[in-house]
């Protein structure tokens, strides 16, 4: 029988894996543009972080982590957490009073499996650490929007405030009373969180929910004055900076740690996963880990949701990495010559390749294009022996005659000049000729 990947888990597999880089290459160059210093954390952490985190009463905690009991320890469902741990375990905030920090990887959450879903997927999450500045809120939400709309991808803004403990629990109390009177009407998940956390009553996805609580009173309006100014201080920000948003006062987020400002990135083109993107403060979730009463904010958007997103509007995945040079040896001394030359030019810096099975040059020739080589070297039986070869551009066609009679060096240094290689290793082996 043969073994497949678990439900949920997936492989990125070459043709695919392209855009998966192109993704990653984007954000690592927006994310240092905002000057971010990239940071990798374990997998595996104690299942305690999670909970204290997250928070007991989540579904993620509750119900989707990956958790090996007897050890106490769980495969992280995100990333915010695990940073923070870091973040404080070697004392970043001594080294630097404001950290900008981001990391791209695989987390883990037992969901039931659908499009944009997965049990494996991965983030690329953001977090500044030491600053409550309202700026920075919509410094982070332009750096998201910017690296969304560099990809092509068109999302909307959304943006909710939670408040801080000086006023989210007078707005609990008054949601409670409003929910009480209708905890007939509400599904039975909505039952329960209202005795443990009734904020996520706002945005359950059932549309009587949806329907009940449509006059709920709306936490924007019931903001300590502190929380107030900030919330208009953001949207200050990001008017100048010209990213447009909206307020969703019914958006909650599915984790606890989060203080007034939380949002999303919004997309009508995933059917049920709309989020690509979210995040959110968390000025109290330092001081809880154990860290120093620090504020924090972040943001972590979904890869396989923004994948997914590109695959639909793009028609021909971009070709991955394109090969400089194929060498195509005909019978076995050619190919002898080619072995070591095409390792001379790697050494060198040129993405080369060559065939090994003893092929013809038609069907040399179709490995080359599939490939994508940009040059092809035809080195046959006769030409080896008068120290010839033809070196093809693959672009337009044009082929020249050149010697290869002259020691595998100097060939190789003369390919590289000729090949205009695309990586820095061999421009700079080309520039020292
Ligand atoms: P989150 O909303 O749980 O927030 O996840 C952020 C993003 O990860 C989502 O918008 C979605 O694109 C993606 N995502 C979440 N679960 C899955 C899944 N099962 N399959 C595929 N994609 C998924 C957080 O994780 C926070 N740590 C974000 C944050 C950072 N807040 C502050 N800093």
Redesign the pocket.
């Known amino acids: 029988m043969k073994i497949k990947a678990l439900n949920g888990f997936k492989d990125i597999i070459p043709g695919e894996v392209e855009l998966w880089q192109q993704v990653e290459n984007s954000a690592r160059d927006i994310f240092a543009r905002f000057n971010f210093s990239e940071i990798r954390t374990p997998i595996l952490e104690k299942t305690d972080l999670f909970a204290r985190s997250i928070g007991e009463t989540t579904d993620?905690v509750e119900k989707e982590m990956y958790t090996f009991v007897d050890k106490q320890i769980t495969m992280r469902?995100?990333?915010?957490?695990s940073l923070l741990r870091a973040y404080i375990q070697h004392g970043l905030h001594v080294q630097k009073p404001i950290q900008r920090l981001f990391t791209i990887g695989p987390?883990f959450?037992h969901?039931r499996p659908q499009k944009?879903?997965?049990?494996q997927?991965?983030?690329m999450?953001?977090?500044v650490l030491g600053t409550a500045n309202p700026r920075v809120d919509a410094e982070l939400m332009a750096m998201g929007a910017m690296l969304l709309h560099e990809l092509g991808v068109t999302v909307s803004l959304e943006m909710n405030s939670l408040g801080c403990p000086v006023c989210r629990p007078g707005f609990r109390e008054t949601l409670l009373a409003f929910i009480e009177e209708r905890k007939e009407a509400l599904c039975e998940d909505c039952g329960r969180r209202s005795k443990t956390n009734p904020l996520r009553v706002l945005d359950c996805k059932n549309p009587k929910c949806r329907e009940q609580v449509e006059e709920a009173p709306s936490i924007q309006e019931h903001l300590c004055d502190d929380c107030d100014e900030h919330f208009g201080a953001v949207q200050s920000g990001l008017q100048q900076l010209g990213i447009q948003y909206s307020l969703n006062r019914f958006m909650v987020?599915?984790?606890d740690?989060?203080t007034r400002t939380t949002f999303?990135?919004i997309t009508q083109d995933l059917g049920a996963?709309a989020?690509?993107?979210?995040?959110?403060r968390?000025d109290s979730l330092v001081e809880k880990l154990g860290g120093p009463n620090v504020p924090g904010?972040?943001?972590?958007?979904?890869?396989?949701?923004?994948v997914l997103l590109l695959q639909q509007h793009e028609e021909e995945v971009p070709v991955g990495n394109a090969i400089d040079i194929f060498v195509a040896g005909l019978g076995e001394k050619a190919s002898e010559f080619a072995f070591s030359l095409v390792h001379a030019l790697r050494q060198k810096g040129l993405q080369t390749a060559m065939d090994h099975e003893g092929r013809s040059l038609k069907s040399q020739m179709k490995q080359a294009n599939k490939v994508h080589s940009r040059y092809v070297l035809i080195i046959g039986e006769n030409e080896l022996e008068q120290g010839q070869a033809v070196l093809r551009n693959m672009v337009n066609q044009e082929q020249q005659e050149i010697a290869i009679n002259r020691g595998t060096e100097e060939l190789s240094h003369f390919l590289v000049e000729e090949c205009q290689p695309s990586s820095n290793v061999a421009k700079l082996s080309a520039q020292k000729l």
């Open positions: 993620i469902p995100e990333a915010t957490a987390m959450r969901e944009g879903r997965l049990r997927f991965h983030q999450d953001a977090e987020r599915g984790l740690y989060y999303e990135f996963q989020a690509v993107g979210a995040g959110g968390y904010i972040g943001f972590a958007i979904g890869m396989e949701r923004l």
